[in-house]
């Protein structure tokens, strides 16, 4: 049925405008849940697509790919009622850093303390490492060899790119010393698995022509028929959300759920719409704001679930209003020289019933004058078009309505002009399809060797980053319509970094690309 009536933020013509639009592409559609929503909706985008006829078509179903596919916030749980029990004599944690990541009302620290042996494979010696009286260095997946499924099910064969660098094993490695008394390489492991699976015979051609395509040959999951199950669309109506604000959990932009805290080019990275380096802050609407009494640069005392944590505020227009967003990844404490100490802590707050958002926060102020430092104002470029917005509609009435914005002036060059008779080169990009995520920033400074400055530098606008993306909003600070624009070196035909390179290692080629 079509809905009728409004549903939170959205209003009833956009609902019923999107019903109709799934009805009359039925069998060609798809409803898709976020990653972050609970089970309720997923279970409802798969009880929609199933009622619209999209399975089989759109939408296939196969055995879970995850080889032991339980509920994994429970798995933890019961460890830890293991662990505090004293019933855990050995706890080997194949990578990753539950102390730090494990839902806070868990007191997943607490009750690792309790495990008579511990032991912790991982890239760092961090949080984890610490409460483990034995730590082994963990090869990185390019130093390792293993194997993986694809979402689909397609298996790979994955090949290191390098030897470790240092005295490392894998996860392979380390379950083998303890199941077997022959020291194996994960080579030898990985190839001894599948040389079982295959057999004998014909194994040499097997393994050379999947380590060459890549994947292992028709290893896809099958398509599997599968039933809606009625509970799916009797779901009860939904408890009222309790008083206060709605707090968002999400993984850093730059530095993911911390893993990557300890990456200097990460952290100097302008995350997308703040533009915020070297810490993460809680996002508000302006509105929001305004009615906490609350600006940029204030710290207020976050509170959720019985915990608190200090956070400094930066208001985002667009931002959802009565809501907070918080990063997770900082606050560190066991991340490297580089990583640690670095913002607040968002974990402290995240309990294992709503690991990505919950109703119920309460935002008091604590100060002002805290200093984030974001490079959006640092090369402000004002009084220019550099912006350029319109519509297609606009395109077709005047196709030349951009430039008449502000028009191109003489060009003016200490070089003479160039005629190509042939090629000519330049570089475009679809200020359409970008989304401001600042992964080209980063790849340019590894591939140019640029360093970081830290972020007493930032404040003074002295980061060095050869590209940048700077973001605009256009209307109402409530909910503006935002605009990327990237300012890249776009190898210019008649370039001005080639005039004042005193060495010349900036040059025209003869096909008109600037090359440096």
């Not at 019985?306 to 560190?332: F, I, K």
């Not at 002009?417 to 992964?439: H, P, Q, R, S």
């Amino acid at each position: 049925t079509v809905a009728s009536a409004e549903a939170g933020d959205l209003p009833a013509p956009w609902i019923t405008a999107i019903a109709h639009d799934l009805q009359a592409h039925a069998g060609a559609s798809l409803v898709v849940a976020g990653d972050h929503q609970p089970a309720v909706v997923h279970a409802l985008a798969h009880a929609i697509n199933d009622t619209l006829g999209n399975v089989g078509k759109t939408v296939i179903y196969s055995e879970p790919v995850a080889a032991n596919p339980v509920n994994q916030t429970q798995s933890l749980r019961d460890l830890v009622t293991a662990m505090t029990a004293g019933q855990v004599q050995l706890l080997l944690i194949l990578g990753g850093n539950p102390v730090y990541t494990a839902p806070v009302d868990l007191k997943f620290a607490t009750a690792l303390d309790q495990a008579a042996f511990r032991v912790h494979l991982g890239s760092h010696a961090d949080e984890t490492a610490a409460h483990c009286q034995w730590h082994i260095p963990e090869s990185h997946y390019l130093e390792a060899w293993s194997d993986a499924r694809a979402y689909d099910g397609t298996l790979t064969i994955q090949q290191p790119l390098i030897q470790p660098l240092y005295a490392s094993r894998s996860a392979h490695e380390v379950l083998d010393a303890l199941l077997s008394e022959t020291v194996r390489s994960d080579h030898d492991i990985v190839q001894a698995y599948w040389t079982s699976q295959q057999g004998e015979a014909g194994f040499a051609a097997f393994w050379q022509q999947t380590l060459y395509r890549g994947v292992v040959a028709d290893s896809a999951l099958p398509a599997k028929t599968v039933n809606l199950q009625p509970a799916a669309t009797n779901q009860p109506a939904s408890a009222a959300a309790p008083a206060g604000l709605e707090i968002n959990f999400r993984p850093d932009p730059t530095i993911w759920d911390g893993r990557f805290a300890n990456n200097g080019w990460l952290q100097e990275l302008p995350k997308p719409l703040t533009k915020v380096t070297w810490e993460n802050a809680a996002l508000l609407n302006p509105v929001t704001a305004t009615k906490l009494g609350v600006a940029n640069g204030d710290v207020v005392e976050l509170g959720y679930a019985g915990q608190t944590v200090q956070a400094p505020v930066w208001l985002l227009p667009g931002h959802s209003e009565d809501a907070v967003t918080v990063h997770l990844g900082y606050g560190r404490t066991h991340a490297g020289r580089t990583g640690s100490g670095l913002g607040f802590d968002a974990y402290l707050l995240r309990p294992a019933d709503t690991p990505w958002f919950g109703g119920g926060l309460t935002v008091s102020k604590v100060s002002t004058g805290y200093t984030l430092a974001s490079t959006q104002v640092h090369h402000s470029m004002e009084g220019r078009n550099l912006i350029r917005v319109g519509t297609v509609t606009q395109f077709t009435a005047d196709p030349e309505f951009v430039h008449a914005m502000d028009p191109h002036g003489e060009e003016i060059s200490l070089y003479p002009k160039v005629d190509y008779t042939e090629n000519a080169w330049g570089m475009a990009i679809d200020l359409t399809a970008c989304n401001g995520c600042n992964a080209c920033v980063t790849a340019c400074q590894a591939e140019n060797n640029i360093p970081i400055v830290g972020k007493e530098q930032v404040l003074k606008g002295r980061e060095m980053h050869w590209i940048r993306l700077d973001r605009y909003f256009e209307g109402e600070p409530a909910n503006p319509t935002i605009h990327h624009q990237p300012v890249t070196c776009m190898h210019c035909e008649n370039a001005p970094c080639e005039v004042v390179c005193p060495v010349a290692a900036t040059m025209h080629d003869s096909e008109g690309l600037n090359a440096m």
